[in-house]
């Protein structure tokens, strides 16, 4: 299987099909659900996106609103820290760039981001591994909208760093000037999450 991206400015990997799966992990054909809590069912008719600049709404978007904003399609391998490895999922939704330019910013406004998810998880990241095509709000999978077990109606897609990056139920990403941990990396996670590093657990 080869990986495919499609309107996607993402790095490919130059690694060799031996070399396509991180250490420690294993290939797995399933799609094994990890939540920390219950599934959260918000209407869509509730639902909205805001990307807030610190403590400011720079953008928000109903349900409808985001379906118009500019569609990708990603084909990508996932890693999750619990060692499973899923090779060539299909993705399709709308780009952190889009989002940015959706709010009508020229630029990332602070170098960190907080994702905020019905239910109550966060999670951090770089804004460096989200823009340039590195990370979307994903709505479907596999040409099917995503189902609610596995984040829907939307959630984070950034396959480059440990699935638990991959917010579920996503419903705020706020940027912010410094790093700060989320619900996994305040539990002992690493603040990064590079599987191909091994950052499992904080001081890997
Ligand atoms: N909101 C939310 N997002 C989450 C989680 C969670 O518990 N809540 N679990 C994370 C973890 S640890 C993993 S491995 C993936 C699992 O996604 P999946 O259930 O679609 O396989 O979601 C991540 N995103
Ligand atoms: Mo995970």
């Given amino acids: 299987m080869t990986t495919t991206t499609r309107g996607f400015s993402g790095r ?5 099909e031996g070399n396509r799966v991180p250490p420690g992990q294993f290939v797995t054909d399933d799609f094994p659900v990890l939540s920390a809590g219950p599934t959260p069912r918000t209407p869509l008719e509730k639902w909205t996106l805001a990307l807030q600049d610190g403590g400011s709404l720079a953008g928000r ?26 090779l060539g999922t299909k993705w399709k939704g709308v780009t952190i760039d889009h989002l940015i330019e959706a709010a009508g910013l020229d630029e990332p406004p602070e170098p960190y981001l907080m994702a905020y998810c019905d239910g109550g998880y966060t ?62 990396e305040s539990l002992g996670y690493h603040i990064y999450g590079d599987p191909w590093r091994e950052q499992r657990y904080d001081g890997d």
């Avoid at 490919?12 to 060799?16: E, K, N, V």
């Avoid at 139920?169 to 941990?181: K, S, T």
Wanted: negative net charge; aromatic residues 12%.
């Fill in 123 to 184: 999670t951090n990241l770089p804004v460096e591994d989200l823009i340039g095509g590195k990370g979307m709000v994903a709505t479907h999978y596999d040409g099917e909208p995503l189902e609610p077990e596995h984040g829907g109606p939307a959630r984070l897609l950034v396959p480059h760093l440990y699935f638990w990056k991959s917010a579920k139920w996503v419903r705020r990403l706020r940027f912010m000037e410094h790093d700060e941990p989320g619900f996994w």
């Fill in 61 to 86: 978007w109903t349900w409808e609103e985001f379906q118009s904003l500019p569609q990708t399609e990603i084909t990508v391998d996932i890693h999750c820290v619990t060692k499973w490895s899923k």
């Fill in 12 to 16: 490919r990997r130059a690694r060799p």
